[in-house]
């Protein structure tokens, strides 16, 4: 073989050697711009990203927060009645006296003085019994409802005007009466006593309700 020829087949060989030497390196270096990315990054079809925490639910109103009952725009803010503990008047809670208002007909002024530490209501008529007799006087006039009753703070006072009539000889004479209160209940009452000298009793004898003044319970 000559040594051109000879030069030819080595230099043949040389370069297949150097490209199969080159190969792989540039696939490597070409591969960097491919699709290499981690699976766990992966968002193609089929591969879902890695799932994050769930984030933590709102907190609903319990009973400290601003929404509950005990807020100060709940119900548990608001103010009571400033009747609510005031009850009605009993015997226990007065003092009772009458006194003669008109001589000619044996009508009397009937007066009750609350004695306590407290107010009390003063509720309707008051129920007047005479003596020893049967019966009691009658309801003269209407009287305010339970909402609008008479209230009596400690040492205040009202009213009733016990009406007789002219002697017609029907009737008798006592000189004590008594007094017991409405107070809407079955709380017994030890009734009050008020000396009535000469008070002529007859069917016609009428008591109105209690009122704030002596000239309004006497003008019914």
Known sequence: MSTVRRAAVVLTAVSALALTACGPSDDHAGGTDGPTASPTKSTGPGKSATPSKPAKPAASPGK???GGKGSSGGSGGSSPDPDYDVFP????DLKFTASLAEPTTSSYLLKITNKGSKA???????????GDLDGQATKR???PSIEHA???EPGKSAYAGLMGGVKDGGGKTVNM???TMDTESDLAQTPLKAATPGLYVSDK????????????????
């Open 177 to 179: 009466i008594a007094m």
């Open 64 to 66: 400290g927060s601003s």
């Open 150 to 152: 008479l209230r009596l």
């Open 120 to 130: 009390c209501t003063a509720l309707g008529h008051p129920s007047v019994t005479f």
């Open 205 to 220: 004898n009428s008591v109105t309700a209690w009122m704030n003044n002596s000239e309004d319970a006497l003008s019914l």
């Open 89 to 92: 008047c009993s015997t226990y």
């Open 141 to 143: 006039g209407s009287a």
